[in-house]
């Protein structure tokens, strides 16, 4: 029976929830509707671009955050996922604003980094997200050292166009900046941006997926079986070190 019942702050983007929350149900060991996990999704995708805020003083997502966690702290989830890594660089902002305990979804990533024990880390992510070290300190927990892509701007524009709803453009882009880190000496891709899985999930580059590692961690606070080891790459292959 259900242990708890999960809140999605969602929208950015839309996409990228939806993934989230198919890697969940595709997760949870059910034979029926009743043994899986109750999700309350507020998806707004109005939310301000966060690399806009952190890299050109755009508007503060924050506000827009809060609203809608609060929304779900109204509605009684036990548990707040929110399925877009460069919003956790306003992760203490948003804890400090509601009483639900928030799921930092780069700490369950390092966490199968070290796992599998990489110590060099490629990394798709925004360039607000590298900006605010939110990335790197994460993975520097784990004595991790990031390997940057080499066309940084290449990475972002292939993101934004996921966001628009380009697939095999973006993915080419994707798949040629990964193996490139990966010849420089990266063990593992971490897919720091919620929008590389949808174009790389089914690739052969070795990838750790944030959302995939928080749905894991979901199903074991809320303690139902959870499948697999921690950062299993693409077809269920380990990354070799």
Request: hydrophobic fraction near 45%; charged fraction near 25%; aromatic fraction near 2%.
């Amino acid at each position: 029976m259900p242990r708890g019942v999960l809140g999605v702050l969602g929208g950015m983007g839309p996409e990228a929830t939806v993934h989230f929350l198919r890697l969940l149900v595709e997760m949870t060991p059910a034979r029926r509707d009743q043994d899986h996990v109750p999700v309350v999704v507020v998806s707004d995708p109005r939310v301000p671009d966060r690399s806009e805020h952190i890299l050109r003083g755009g508007p503060d997502p924050v506000p827009a955050m809060v609203r809608g966690l609060r929304l779900l702290e109204a509605a009684g989830v036990d548990l707040v996922v929110i399925p877009c890594v460069t919003a956790h660089a306003f992760l203490e902002r948003l804890r400090g604003a509601v009483s639900v305990p928030i799921m930092d979804i780069l700490e369950e990533a390092a966490l199968a980094v070290e796992a599998i024990g990489a110590s060099r880390v490629g990394v798709l992510a925004t360039d607000g997200a590298l900006a605010s070290g939110v990335v790197e300190s994460r993975m520097e927990r784990v004595g991790a050292e990031l390997v940057l892509p080499e066309r940084q701007d290449r990475v972002m524009e292939a993101i934004y166009r996921i966001k628009a709803g380009e697939k095999e453009g973006p993915r080419r882009a994707l798949l040629e900046e990964a193996r490139s880190m990966l010849e420089r000496g990266a063990e593992v891709i971490l897919a720091g941006c919620t929008e590389v899985p949808l174009v790389l999930s089914r690739s052969d580059v070795p990838m750790v997926d944030p959302m995939e590692e928080t749905a894991r961690a979901v199903l074991r606070e809320f303690g139902y079986p959870v499948p697999g080891p921690r950062g299993v790459g693409p077809a269920g292959r380990r990354p070799t070190s």
